[in-house]
């Protein structure tokens, strides 16, 4: 059964950091690009940061380059979001895909406010 679980989330001050990791079970994560996704209250979910399989490359979605890192260790079958300089518009439900969308974790709340 393939399970993609999420931790790592909460309530930060702006200005913060916070870093996500998700985990993976009953597929080779290795084989495959993720990605970190994001649903805002109120507005649809949007890509926030994508990893190649072996993490040679990356991508960001514009409101996050620079502030966010994507990393994984496929020998632990771990996928992290190291989140800095936080806004209030980064709260959101923060969830962990493969690259193909075919797989998602259950999502974790990020809640960026004073």
């Known amino acids: 059964q393939v399970q993609l679980v999420e931790s790592g989330g909460g309530l930060v001050q702006p200005g913060g950091s916070l870093r996500l990791s998700c985990t993976a079970s009953?597929?080779?994560?290795?084989?495959?690009?993720m990605n970190w996704y994001r649903q805002a209250p109120g507005k649809e979910r949007e890509m926030v940061a994508y990893?190649?399989?072996?993490?040679?490359?990356?991508d960001y979605g514009d409101s996050v380059k620079g502030r966010f890192i994507i990393s994984r260790d496929n020998a632990k079958n771990y996928l992290y979001l190291q989140m800095n300089n936080l806004k209030p518009e980064d709260t959101g439900v923060y969830y962990c895909?493969?690259?193909?969308?075919?797989?998602w974790g259950q999502g974790i709340q990020v809640t960026v406010s004073s």
């Open positions: 895909t493969t690259a193909l969308l075919t797989y």
């Open positions: 990893i190649t399989s072996h993490g040679l490359s990356t």
């Open positions: 009953g597929f080779d994560m290795s084989s495959h690009g």
